[in-house]
């Protein structure tokens, strides 16, 4: 199978693009990006306090137990003889993540001494084991 030259030359189909479209060889630089200008330490968001799951209509797991025959106050299962409770969850700090170990009141933590509460709970945790 025999090439020509031609067939071999490389083609830059970007730049020809780039010459239809009449767009410059080198991007523009982007604009910079807007930094927080406001003095003073970033204000902290407390969690918001979760509703009863067993009182709220717009839970979806109360939806989905109601529409199976499930009444309120009656238990679970069968025979109605299981949890009649919701599960509570307990609340833990954004970002806590799977290393978390017990749920903790969050609304006391400035951003601060938290850091400081979390390096604490970690060195227990590395001379505990």
Same mark, same amino acid.
């Given at each position: 199978a025999e090439e020509t030259?031609?067939?071999?030359?490389? %083609?830059?189909?970007?730049?020809? %693009?780039?010459l239809v479209h009449n767009q410059p060889d080198v991007p523009p630089p982007s604009p910079p990006r807007k930094t927080r200008t406001a003095d003073?330490?970033?204000?902290?968001?407390?969690p918001t306090p979760p509703v009863d799951p067993g009182k709220d209509d717009n839970n979806i797991g109360n939806k989905m137990l109601k529409k199976m025959g499930w009444s309120e106050g009656s238990g679970l299962g069968a025979?109605?003889?299981?949890?009649?409770?919701?599960?509570?969850?307990?609340v833990y700090a954004s970002g806590a993540g799977i290393g978390a170990s017990k749920g903790k009141e969050v609304t006391g933590f400035t951003a601060a001494n938290y850091a400081d509460?979390?390096?604490?709970?970690? %060195?227990? %945790?590395?001379q505990a084991s």
């Amino acid at each position: 199978a025999e090439e020509t030259a031609g067939e071999n030359k490389y %083609r830059d189909r970007a730049q020809e %693009r780039r010459l239809v479209h009449n767009q410059p060889d080198v991007p523009p630089p982007s604009p910079p990006r807007k930094t927080r200008t406001a003095d003073g330490p970033i204000p902290e968001v407390a969690p918001t306090p979760p509703v009863d799951p067993g009182k709220d209509d717009n839970n979806i797991g109360n939806k989905m137990l109601k529409k199976m025959g499930w009444s309120e106050g009656s238990g679970l299962g069968a025979e109605g003889e299981g949890r009649s409770e919701p599960v509570t969850a307990a609340v833990y700090a954004s970002g806590a993540g799977i290393g978390a170990s017990k749920g903790k009141e969050v609304t006391g933590f400035t951003a601060a001494n938290y850091a400081d509460a979390a390096k604490e709970a970690a %060195r227990e %945790r590395y001379q505990a084991s």
